[in-house]
């Protein structure tokens, strides 16, 4: 019994705390009420496709609609070939095509939420990576109408998080507020990243771990997200995200 205590304390004061103190906070924020009245429109992130001649890819995360905003991110991709006119920019939604292309302006607000950038690339490492990038897209085994659900997954953030894991050379995992993530396509239980340095192992994202270089050592509960990142120091705070350099 006091283990089952200990055990509870625990799960208490580092999942359940910030997610209510984020959902307290979110409450009381001035944000739209619907996404009829939510700001969609560039948020002046990205410079001119026409004044930025070489390839460039970019992993954008933004706060999510609703209540649900206090603990969850949406994410996107966006790759730009060298000379390219324009962006392209993909999003996994749960309406209409699942996997969107140039659905929004590519750094555009999400339900009103500036974007933060989880990392870019650019130059000649991003034109070898974009073709990477279209085939892990292409591969996502979520792509038709209805192959969306909104939690534990296969969601938004289950789609980056599939690309993320195909082409590890991006360097980066979702933040931990990116609920879904953890969800493996296809059920698996079990994942292992291209290049072998990461690990992943879950209960259909509702439990689970990851380690590795890129996740650091995390653990999983509900699609909430507690962890340390040593290569970048840095604590990961369930509905927060990373605090750290």
């Keep these: 019994m006091k283990l089952l205590r200990n055990v509870l304390v625990l799960f208490?004061?580092?999942?359940?705390?910030?997610?209510?103190a984020s959902a307290g906070y979110w409450y009381i924020k001035d944000?739209?009420?619907s996404w009829r009245e939510a700001n969609w429109k560039s948020a002046g992130i990205l410079p001119a496709a026409k004044d930025t001649p070489q390839a460039t890819i970019h992993i954008?995360?933004?706060?999510?609609?609703?209540?649900?905003?206090?603990?969850?991110?949406?994410?996107?991709?966006?790759?730009?070939?060298?000379?390219?006119?324009?962006y392209n920019r993909?999003?996994?939604?749960?309406?209409?095509?699942?996997?969107?292309?140039?659905?929004y302006a590519?750094?555009?607000?999400?339900?009103?939420?500036t974007p933060r950038v989880v990392v870019?690339?650019?130059?000649?490492?991003?034109?070898?990576?974009?073709?990477k990038i279209e085939k892990a897209i292409a591969d996502y085994p979520y792509a038709t109408p209805g192959a969306y659900r909104i939690w534990p997954g296969p969601n938004s953030n289950t789609f980056v998080a599939h690309v993320l894991r195909s082409v590890?050379?991006?360097?980066?995992?979702?933040?931990?507020?990116?609920?879904?993530?953890?969800?493996?396509?296809?059920?698996?239980?079990?994942?292992?990243?291209?290049?072998?340095?990461?690990?992943?192992?879950t209960l259909y994202g509702l439990l689970g771990v990851s380690a590795g270089l890129r996740s650091g050592l995390e653990l999983h509960i509900m699609g909430l997200v507690a962890g340390v990142d040593l290569m970048r120091p840095a604590i990961k705070i369930p509905a927060i995200g990373r605090i750290g350099i």
């Design 12 to 20: 208490l004061v580092i999942y359940l705390m910030p997610a209510l």
């Design 31 to 33: 944000r739209p009420h």
């Design 60 to 86: 954008f995360s933004a706060a999510t609609g609703g209540m649900k905003g206090a603990v969850a991110s949406h994410a996107w991709i966006v790759t730009k070939e060298a000379n390219a006119a324009g």
């Design 90 to 103: 993909y999003d996994k939604v749960g309406w209409g095509t699942p996997v969107r292309k140039n659905g």
């Design 106 to 113: 590519p750094d555009a607000y999400w339900y009103s939420n």
């Design 120 to 131: 870019s690339v650019s130059g000649d490492e991003a034109a070898r990576l974009i073709p």
């Design 168 to 201: 590890p050379e991006l360097g980066v995992v979702l933040p931990p507020d990116a609920v879904g993530r953890d969800y493996l396509p296809e059920g698996r239980l079990f994942a292992l990243d291209a290049d072998g340095r990461d690990v992943h192992a």
